[in-house]
């Protein structure tokens, strides 16, 4: 099998080549590198002002720098602004959707989560490279565009990052805006949204100011959103070679806690897409609130030609309340659902600071692009969580359970308190004409403890220390083609995001080994790219929380075999197109655990098909008129590790039509056209907890510049 992917891969290279480079003897090869070599400044951008595509030539998350994405021996997916105006998306799951190797997951009902090419990324989320893995759902109308890196990441992010990570760049002051737009759609969709940006250049200062209000109701009953984002911003030239940002978010989200639907015989239950299992009255008895509040600085100085620094500080406040009412077991005979509800209560702050110094240089002949960073941090998590037995239900046709205010048995109530100090070394080097190499390590003392409040629960900490490196090879034989090899390590704590129990408190963190090759071409003067990549993870001492018991499920090893391949650009005659496919074997190698009676060892990995793809292009017709279509597949999943219910394949299709004047866009997007049913997540430890997906929808956008 192994093989047979190897040739494939190989076979495919071949004939993107061939395509990208027709007459390749006759294609100037990149110019020498010499002593003399300039370097692209090293740079991560303050604003953007692109002209829309679906082709971002460069990239910050990989190299904390901004790179070529062709000189990055990783896969890095770049969703730009463009996409995401034309697809209509308003949320993090939409976003993701459309890159492959991810899968969609239940988050509880309160929180964005995928997996990364079979991995979970519970904890992989990041803003402007600073780590934001509070567990809630995100708004996007402060977002430039999305980031996608995938392989282990550590060796400039830290802990986490088995399959890779989510890095959002935000929208910052540099250029002069002002934006206006609303949105209403069906199940009573009504969003509005606001872009003024303003700068100065005779005075040095620049701001932005972005936000949201949203309030919608769902095809599943009794859900709502009542949404609110304010984010602004504020940039100061302090002097010719100085700039100083300073940022703030706020963000409150309030919905009803939705854990889908369970499930009977291996499949989910057969029962409208509304169906809701909970509580009756759930907008006051399922309801989650989050709240979050962030305050942060960038402080960037140029030295000389050679030197900068830029030291990046970010601070958050976050605070959940969630209540909710979900199946925890199924009797098939009786066709009875037991429900269980739950209060969990967070609070948490925090801080990051990262100190990072770049230098250009020139040693033994080569251009060197050198990064040294060093960045500390903590995080306060108190939790609590009350959870009890409240009755039964039918399962194929539930009422809504009248709930009785009965106190539930506490069984959790912790502060866990976690610490960073870390410190890393990057050196992206030009080695000839042809050869390139990226290069880095990074050191992590991660320190972890629990401040147990309950009765008979001890108090437990414990310190990790690891060594993140990464290492790739990059051969560019000419201008529109990159062959790349890398090979990377990360680690993930026990606990991790969560705090420390008596049953992880001595395990050891689980370590991400990734090997991968690949291509990448650029087509049409750069306008058009494609990618394929070859890629083999494998995860040791994986563990997992079962959401009714909050005890861990220990997985132990799993390993990945993929194959994910990448078109996206600006093609002739107004046509863009951004498509991609990937293949995923992701199995547990190596457990001794059992799930729902079944030995999880030689189980493919939870949420994680085996074949998804996707493909959308948009056709700009003239005098302002422009139409879209796209399509979705995800092949069949499994929701529990024991892989005892499966989650159907489904193909969505979409449509999309615009007219643009000056000064006015309106746009119309018809979702799930053909009205298919279909589970878009799961939990991925429980299989009674699996979320259908949205029917046929409409959503109508005005957008107005001035």
Known sequence: MAVKKIQLALLVALAIQQFSNPASAQTAAPEPATADAT?????????????????????????????????????????????????????????????????????????????????????DQFIDGLRDDALYFRDLSNIEQVEVIKGPASVLYGRGSSGGLINRISKKPGINKNEVSTQVGSWGQRRGEFDLARDDKDSGVAFRVTGALERADSYRDQQFLKREALAPSLSVKLDPDTQLLIQGESLSDRRVTDFGVPAYHGLPVDVPASTYYGAAKAKDFDYSQ?????????????FDSEWSVRNAFRHYDYSLDRNNTLVSAVVETTQRATLTRSN????????????????????????????????????????????????????????????????????????????????????????????????GVRFDKFGQETQERLAGKPSLERTDRAWSPRAGLVYQPSQQQSYYASYSKSFQPSGENFALAANNAQLEPEQTTNHEVGAKFDFLDGRAAATVSLFQAERTNIKAADPATNLLIPIGTQTTNGLELTFNGDLAQGWQVWSGYSYLDARVTSSIAKDDGQFIQGKRAALTPAHSANLWFTKALGHGFGAGAGVNYVGDRFANPGNTVTLPSYVTADLMAYYRMAGLDLQVNLMNIFNRDYIVAGHGASKYLNLPGAPRSLQVTARYNF
């Open 39 to 123: 370097l692209p400044e090293v740079k991560v951008k303050s604003s953007r002002n692109l002209a829309p595509t679906y082709n971002p030539p460069t990239a910050v998350s990989a190299t904390k720098i901004e790179a070529p994405l062709r000189d990055i021996p990783q896969t890095v997916n770049v969703v730009p602004q463009s996409l995401l105006r034309d697809q209509g998306v308003r949320s993090m799951q939409e976003v993701l959707k459309a890159v492959p190797g991810i899968g969609i997951a239940l988050g509880d009902g309160q929180r964005d989560e995928v997996t990364i090419r079979g991995f979970t990324a519970i904890a």
């Open 290 to 302: 989050a709240r979050v509040n962030a305050f942060g600085f960038t402080l960037d100085h140029r």
């Open 344 to 439: 969990v209560k967070r609070q948490e702050d925090g801080y990051t600071n990262q100190t990072e110094l770049t230098q250009k240089t020139t040693l033994a002949g080569m251009p060197h692009q050198l990064l040294y960073g060093v960045e500390i941090g903590q995080q306060n998590k108190d939790q609590f969580r009350t959870s009890a037995v409240v009755g039964t239900v039918s399962l194929f046709n539930p009422e809504p359970l009248v709930v009785p205010f009965t106190v539930a048995p506490v069984n959790l109530n912790n502060l866990g308190i976690f610490t960073v100090a870390s410190a890393y070394a990057q050196d992206l080097v030009t080695l000839s004409e042809r050869w390139k190499a990226l290069v």
